[in-house]
């Protein structure tokens, strides 16, 4: 690997990858989302709490493994990370703690 490559695949790993903030719903999300999908699209999907909510109703619907407490577990935890502005790949560059959630 050439030194130059080095911040191609952080940035891959970040975007792809993690982090996740610490929280309700990190496993979740890490064990049932990324089975099929990898984070850079979790974050993206622009979706209000409705729209999420129809989205795992439709995961569900393809075979999703989802119990009932785990859907409304990622729910909060994917509208916390919405509020706190942290779906895109700027989760890297998190600048500050918050009181719920905290980047290993």
Same mark, same amino acid.
């Given at each position: 690997?050439?030194?130059?490559?080095?911040? *191609?695949? *952080?940035?891959? !790993? *970040?975007?792809?990858?993690?982090?996740?903030?610490?929280?309700?719903?990190?496993?979740?999300?890490?064990?049932?989302?990324?089975?099929?999908?990898? !984070?850079?699209? *979790?974050?993206?999907?622009?979706?209000?709490?409705?729209?999420?909510?129809?989205?795992?109703?439709?995961?569900?619907?393809?075979?999703?493994?989802?119990?009932?407490?785990?859907?409304?577990? /990622? /729910?909060?935890?994917?509208?916390? /990370?919405?509020? /706190?502005?942290? !779906?895109?790949?700027? !989760?890297?560059?998190?600048?500050?703690?918050?009181?719920?959630?905290?980047?290993?």
């Amino acid at each position: 690997m050439k030194t130059e490559d080095i911040p *191609v695949l *952080v940035e891959y !790993l *970040v975007a792809d990858h993690g982090p996740l903030p610490d929280g309700p719903g990190k496993s979740v999300l890490l064990n049932r989302c990324t089975i099929c999908h990898d !984070l850079q699209r *979790v974050r993206q999907h622009p979706s209000s709490a409705e729209g999420w909510e129809d989205t795992l109703l439709a995961m569900l619907d393809e075979g999703a493994m989802l119990s009932d407490d785990e859907f409304a577990v /990622l /729910l909060n935890y994917r509208q916390e /990370l919405q509020t /706190l502005g942290l !779906l895109d790949s700027a !989760l890297a560059t998190l600048s500050g703690p918050s009181d719920r959630f905290s980047i290993p």
